[in-house]
Nanobody
Framework: QVQLVESGGGLVQTGGSLRLSCEGS????????MGWFRQAPGKEREFVAV???????YYTDSVKGRFTISRDNAKNTVSLQMNSLNPEDTAVYYC????????????????????WGQGTQVTVSS
């Protein structure tokens, strides 16, 4: 069992930055793929980014060049640095862990993940 706790959300103006963190406990997550998803009001939860155990990264097109995912296996954490934020980034952000090795395309799907955090709110004002 893995417990995940996100932090770092908040309110920021357009063009600003936030850094989200997610700490895992209960089991080391160094062998797991770790991802970030987000869910805006009235919308489906969507993939944002994933980092594989070997450090490989993949992003959804809308955040490429603005967001950076990273992990610190010694601290059992995954982070999401978000720059140049805009109102369309407003959502609850969730981190997730996948214990299986899937294709990159598969890792963009919610069902590829076994454990989820409770989420942290990010609000970008215009």
């Amino acid at each position: 069992q893995v417990q995940l706790v996100e932090s770092g959300g908040g309110l920021v103006q357009t063009g600003g930055s936030l850094r989200l963190s997610c700490e895992g406990s209960g089991r080391t997550v160094s062998r797991y793929a770790m991802g970030w998803f987000r869910q805006a009001p009235g919308k489906e939860r969507e993939f944002v980014a994933v980092i594989n155990p070997n450090g490989g990264k993949y992003y959804t097109d809308s955040v490429k060049g603005r967001f950076t995912i990273s992990r610190d296996n010694a601290k059992n954490t995954v982070s999401l640095q978000m720059n140049s934020l805009n109102p369309e980034d407003t959502a609850v952000y969730y981190c997730a862990v996948s214990g299986a090795r899937y294709s990159t395309l598969r890792m963009t799907q919610r069902t590829a993940y076994d454990y989820w955090g409770q989420g942290t709110q990010v609000t970008v004002s215009s």
